[in-house]
C-alpha cells in the first residue's frame, strides 16, 4: 500500500523582482499513516514552507505531492479546500483563533464548511474540547483564555472533523513548558487512540524527543531523516 | 450561521455598522416618504376632482389676461340669467346649466352670528354641483318664483350657528339682517384645492338674493355659471360651444379678447395632478442618489473590513472555507446591513409622513407596494455594493490571507 504522503522532488521558489529565494529545493520523502514525525532545521530552512504545501495551504512551484495516493500539487483552490475540511488539520505557532468568538463556535467552524447539521455540530465540538481537556471553556472567548489553552482549542478545531493527519507548525513556540508537555501528551493520545498521522515543526530537541521520526532541513533541502523510540511525555493535565 | 456570524461581525462594530447604513437609511426613508406624500396628495385632488362634480365647467366674468390674472371680480358682471339660460337652451354637448350671485354677509342665529358667503342659486344647482342635501331639503322652483326667504345652510354655517343639540331646520336665521327659515343642511363637501372651505355657506333662492339680500342694482348679473357636459369626452365641446355662444350675444369682434373665462376643473386638477407627480419624481431621483451613495458607503465599508479581517479569512480557508463560503458570508453581511437601513429607512419614512400629516396638514398615503420596493432595492443594494468586496475575500490566498498583518 502506498504511503499516506509521497513528496517526490518538491521545490518552492519565491521570486521577487531581482531577487529569487529556492525554500524548497527538491525534497523527497515519504510519510506512512499513522507515523508521529518532528521536523527541525535552522530559521529560514523552509520547514514552514514544506508544512504549507502539505497543508494544501501552498502550492508547490514545481513537484509531486500525494496524498493518499492522490496526486494534488496542482489540485484546484476548491479541491484543496475540500482537503483542508475533511484530511487535514493545521495548528499554528500563533494559535489563529478567530477574535471575539467563543471557544465553541471556533471549534464548530470546519464542521460548518463540511456541511454537518448545526446540531450535530455542537455536540462533536463539545466532544473535541473534552478530549483536549478544556471541558467547561466552551463559552469562552479566545482572550479569556491562557496560551496553552488557546492552542488546545486550535488543537480540537483540527481534531473535530477526523482527519487523517495533523499539521503542527512550532506549536508549543509561543508556550512555556508545562504547557507544552500537555500538547505533547494529547498529540501522543490522539496518535496511539485514533491513529492520526502527526507532523510537527519544532526548533527543540527536547520537544522532537517526543516523536518516532525526524526530518531535519537545511537550506531548503532535507538533510537527515532518523527513527527513534519516542520519549512518553507527562504533565497533569490542568484543566 | 452565516447569518449569524454576519450579524455578530456588525454587532461588533455598532457605531461604524449604524453610520454605514444611515445613507440606505435616508434613501429609502426619503423615497418611502415622498411616496405616501405624492400619493396623499393625488388622492386628495382626486377627491376634490370628484367634490366639484363631474365634468364641471366654470364660466366666470372676466377675460383672462396674458398673465393669467382675470380682472372682472368686483366690478359689474358681464354674465347674466340670460346667458346661462341660452347655454342651457342652445349647447348640445351640455346637460345641466347652474348660476349664481354671492356676496359676503353676517349670518345670525340667536347670540351667535358667523360671516359667511350668501349665494343665491338657481334650482338646480345640486344637481349640476352634484350636491345632496344631510338634513331637509333644498328649495324649488316655487320658491324661485315668489323669492321665499328660505335657505340651506352649508355644514360649516350650520355648525357655528347652531349648538350640537339643536336642530337647525325650522329654526329662523337673518342673513344681512333679513330673516330666513332654514329648510335644510348640506352634505359636507370639504374644500376646493385652493384651500377655500365649501361648506361656509348659506344658499338662499336666486330672486330671493336679487330683490330681498344683494341689492336690485345690477339685475340679472350672475358672479358664475357652472355648467355640466354630458361626458367627459364632450368637455372640450362643452367648452367651444359656450365660448362661441357667449361671444355672439356679448357682441365681441373677432380677435378681441373674451370678457369672460371658462375654466374645465378637472382639467386644473389634473395639471396639479401632473404637477404633484412632477415633483414626487424629481424627488424619488434625489433620494435614489442618497441610495446609491448608501451603497457605496456600504461598499466601503466592507472593503475596510475585508482588510482588517484578512487574517481571519486565511484562519477560516484554513480550516476549509471555500472560496463561495467567505464571498457568501461578507455578501450576507452586506444585505444584512442594506436590509436593516432598508427596515429602519421604512420605518422613519412611514413616521415622518406620519409627522407631515400630523403637523403640515397635507395628506399622505403609505402605499405597501413603495415600503416592499424600497426594502427590497435597498438590499438589492447590499447584493450589488457588497458583491466586489465580498469576491475580494473570497479570492484571497489562504497563505498569504494568514501571513497578512
Ligand atoms: N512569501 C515569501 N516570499 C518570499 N520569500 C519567502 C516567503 N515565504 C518564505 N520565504 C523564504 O523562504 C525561506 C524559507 O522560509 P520558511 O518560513 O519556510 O522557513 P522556516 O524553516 O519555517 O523558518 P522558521 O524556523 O524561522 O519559521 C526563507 O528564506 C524565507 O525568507
Ligand atoms: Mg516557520
Redesign the pocket.
Known sequence: MAALIEVRDLWKV?E?GDLR?E?LRGVTLEIEAGESVAVM??????????MNVLGCLDRPTSGSFRLGGREIANASADERAELRCREIGFVFQSFNLIPRTSALENVELPLVYAGVAAAEQATRANEALRAVGLAGREQHLPNQLSGGQQQRVAIARALVNQPRLILA??PTGNLDTRSSMEILEIFQRLQRESGLTLIV?T?EPDIAAHFARVIT?RD?EVISDTRQTPRVAVAGVRA | MTLRAALRALRRNKLRSGLTTLGIVIGVAAVIAMVSIGRGANYAVQKQIESLGTNLLMVMPGATTSSGARSGWGGVSTLTVQDAQRIAEESSAIDGVTWFKRAVAQAVYGERNWSTSVQGVSPDYMTVRGWSMAQGEFFGQRDEDTANRVTVLGRTVADELFGPGEDPIGATIRLKDVPFRVIGVLQRKGQTMWGQDQDDVALIPFSTAERRVLGTEFLGAVDMIFATARSAAEISVAEEQITTLLRQRHRIQPGQDDDFTVRDLGEMAQASQTASRVMTSLLLAVASISLLVGGIGIMNILLVSVTERTREIGVRMAVGAKGRHILLQFLVEAIALSLLGGLLGAALGIGSARLVSALAGWPTLVSPGAVFGAVLFSAAVGVFFGFYPARKAASLDPIAAL?YE
Open positions: 519565491y521577487q529565494v525554500a532545521g535552522a530559521s529560514g530552512s523552509g520547514k514552514s514552507t514544506f507548525d512550532e515543526v526548533h532541513f531548503g | 501571513r
